[in-house]
C-alpha cells in the first residue's frame, strides 16, 4: 500500500488536457517533487488530490482509503492540508487566527455548543489557541499574532500559509510552489523549514520551479509535460533523462 | 374555453415574455463584461416607460422622437451610474457590487417617485386601438409593435456582435477580461458600452411596454427579478438561451394566470428560480461543464 | 467572547435598565421597543453579511413568517405566544432551508437573487392569501405576550423584553462569533475555496448561519406583531429587507454591536425628523448608495478611523513639544 497512490487520473476541461492518465505514487516519510514546465498539469494535479476540481476519471487512494470525489474539506480531515500557488491567507481575519483556522480539523465544537458556551468548549478553544500559537513560534512569526494577515509582508505570507496547513497536524502537505516570489534568502530559509516540516513526521509533496531547490532537498522527483507523466526517480537520475531535458528545453536540443 | 382565448394567453405571454428578454439579455450583457449582475436592470425600464411620458405629454414629441430621445437618455444614465457608481470602486467584492446596485435601483426609484408620483402613466399606442384578428382571437396591435420592436432590437444586437469589430471585442471581453486586455481591446470602453447597451435595451423595452400595461415608478424590481430569472434560467452566458428563456417564462406566466388563478401571478418566476438552482443551477441551456468555470 | 465584550455586555446591560427612567413618554418607549426588535433581526443579518459574507434580501420575509404564524396561531387558534412564536422559527428554518440549500451551493449573487425573491413570494402571498392572512388590509387583535402568567402589555415591561431577548442573542453571537464556528465563517468570507481546503465544510456552516440568522428574523417577527398588536403584509416588503441591510451597513459590516447601533440610529431617526414619510425610499437609496462609496466599513468604521487620527496627532502634538 502506498502513502498516496494516484491511477490512470485525467482532468479535462472542455476539450483541454490538464492532466491525463496519469499514475504516480508517494512514499511517506520523503519529500516528493513535483515538476514540469507550464501548463505541464502539476497545480491541477494538486486541486484533484485536494478535492477542489472533480475528476474526470480514475482514482486517487490515501493510505489505502479510496478519496477520488471526495469534497475538500473531507479530504482535509483525513489529513491532507495545502498551501497555494498565489496565496490564499484569509486577509480579513489575524495572522493567529488564520493559523486557529487550521486547528479546525482537530477541534469538533458546534455551532449550538459554541452559542451556549457547553462545557468543554472554552478548554476547546484554549487548546486551539495554544496549539496556533505553537506554530507560529515554530514559524517565527508569533510577534505579529495579533496583526492583520493582510498587511504582512509577501514572504511572511506564505510561511503563514504554511503555519496555517501545519497547524491542522497533517499527515501530508501539498506545497504548491512555495518558493514563489521569494527571494534567495528566504528561499534557504524555506529549505531548512521544509526539512524540519519531513523531521517533524510530515510527508512533502511539492510542486516548485526553483530547481536548485528541488534539486537540493527531494528524495523522489515525478516530471510532468502536458497533462503526461514523463518520468519518476531520484534528483540525479531525473537530470540525467533525455525526455526531460526535452520537455524543459524544446526538441532541437 | 376556446381557442381564441388561448391564442390570446398566448400572445400576452409571449409580449411580456420578450419585455423579461430584454431584461434578461441587459442582465447578461452587462455580467459578461464585468462580472456584475446589475440589480438596477429593471429600473432602466421604468425609466424608459416614464421618461417616455414625459416626452410625450409634457413636451408634445411624435411618437418617433419620443422613443428615440428615450432610448438615449437612459442609455445615458446607465453610463452615467456606471461612471458614477460602479467605477470609481477600488477592489470591490461580490457584496460591495450587489449592494451599490441595489442602493442605485432604490435611489432610481425614489429618484422617480420624486418626479413622476405614485401613480400610473401611460401613453397612447403606436397604431390605434384597433384589434388585429388572429384566428379568432382578437389582439391589439401593440402586441405587435413590442414583439417587432424587440426582435429587430435583437437581430441587430446579433448582427454587431457577430460581424463588427466592436461585437467581436465585447465577445473576446466576456470570454476573458485580462486576454482581451492583452490582445489590445480598451477593457473600459467595453465596460462602458455594455452598461450603454443594457440601459438602452432597457429603454426601449420600456418606451413599447407602456402603452400596454402604464407605467409606475415600483415597476423596476418584479421586471429586474423576472429578468434574473430568465438569465439563470437561460444559463448566464448564452444569448439565445437567455432570450428563449424569457419567452418561455411570460408564456408560463401567462397561462398560469389565465387558466389557474391571477393572484400569484408575480411569484411564478420565482418559483421557477428556486426549483431551477434546485434541480440545475447552470441553467436549462447551458453545459454544465462550461458553467463550473464560470467564477459565479 | 473576549474581555472587551464582557464590558461591552454589562454597559449594554446598563442602558437599558436606566434608558426608560429618562424616557418617560409611552410613544417614544414604544419606538424604543421597534428598535430592540430589529437589533435582533439585525444581529442576525450582520451574522450572515459582515462575518460569513453571505447576502440575504430577503429577511423581511422571515420576519413576516414568524409574525404571521404568531399572529394566527394566537389570535385564531388560542395558541400561547411562546408556543407560536417556536412555531413560527419551525417554519422558518423550513422555509430558510428551501431557499438556502439550493443557493448557497453557488458562490456569488445566487443567494442574494433567491432570498429578494423569497421575500416578494412572502409578501405577494401575504397578501393574496386571504383566507389565513384576511389579505392586504391584514387584521388587528393579535394578544400581547404573557410570560408565566403576567400579560406584557405595558410599554416599559414590553421594552424590558425586547430588550432582554436581544441582549440574550446578543450574547449567543458573540459566543458564535469567538469560536471556531465564527472564525470558519469568517475564513469562509475571506477565501472560500481556502477555507474549504482546511477542512471547513463550507456549504454546512454557511447554510447553519443562514438558518440562525433566519430563525432570529422570524422570533423578531413574532415580537413585533405582539407589540403592534396587529399585522398586514405592508410591515413585510421589499423596503423592510432593505432597511435591515441599511441598519447593518451603517453600524459596520463586521460588528455585531454596530449592528445593534445602527438598528437604533434607523428605527429613531425617521421618528425624530419625520422627513422620511413619503420619501423614505429615496433617503434609504441615497444613504444606502453613499455609505457602500464613501463608508464601507459604516459608522463604527468611521469613529474607528476617527479616533485613529486623533490619537496620532495628539501623539506628533506631544512629540514635537515634550
Redo the contacts between chains.
Sequence with gaps: MNFLEIKGLCRN??GLRAVCDLNAHIEAGRITAMIGPNGAGKTTAFNLV?G?LPVSTGKIFFQGKDITGL???KI??LGV??T?QNI??????SVL?NV??????R?C???FS????LPG?SS??KF?RDEAFKYLEWMELAHLASMDAGNLPFGQQRILEIA??LA?KPKLILLDEPAAGLNSQETNKLSKLIRNILESGVTVFLVEHDMELVMNISHDIIVLNNGFLITRGTPSEVQRNKDVITAYLGEEH | MGLDSYIQLFFSGITIGSIYAMVALGFLIIYSSTGIINLAQGEFVMLGGLIAVTCHHTLHFPMPLTFLVTVLLVTVIGTLFEITCIHPLKNPSVLGLIMITIAASILMRGIAMFIWGKEEHGIPTFSGDKSVSVIGASVPPQVFWILGVIFTVLIILFLISKYTLIGKAMRATAADRTAAHLVGINVRKIVLLSFAVSAGLGGVAGVVLTPMTLMSFDRGTPLALKGFCATVVGGLGNPAGTVIAGLLLGLIESFVTGLVSSHYKDVIALFILIIVLFVKPSGLFSKSEEAKLKKF | MGKNNYIKCALFLIIIGFLPVFVSNQYYLSVLVFAGIYAIVAIGLSMLMGYAGQISLGHAGFFAIGGYTSAILTKFHNFHPLQAMIIGIVFTVFAALLVGLPSLRLRGHYLAMATLGFGEIIYVTSGAATGLTEGPSGFSGVPSIALAGFTIKSELSKFYLVWLVALIIMILSLNIIHSRIGRALRSIHGDEIASNAMGVNVAKYKIQVFVYSAALASIAGSLYVHHMRFVSPTGFNLNKSILFLIMIMSGGMGSLWGAVIGAAIFTLLPEFLGVFNDYDILMYGAILLGMMMFLPHGLTGLTTKIIQLVLSKWKTRTQNNP
Design positions: 476541461f472542455g485536494t477542489l469534497p475538500p474539506h482535509a480531515f492540508a495545502r497555494f490564499r491567507i484569509f486577509s480579513n481575519m487566527e486557529m483556522v487550521g486547528v479546525h480539523t477541534s465544537k458546534g455551532m459554541s452559542a451556549l458556551r468548549v476547546e478553544e486551539i496555517r496547513a491542522a
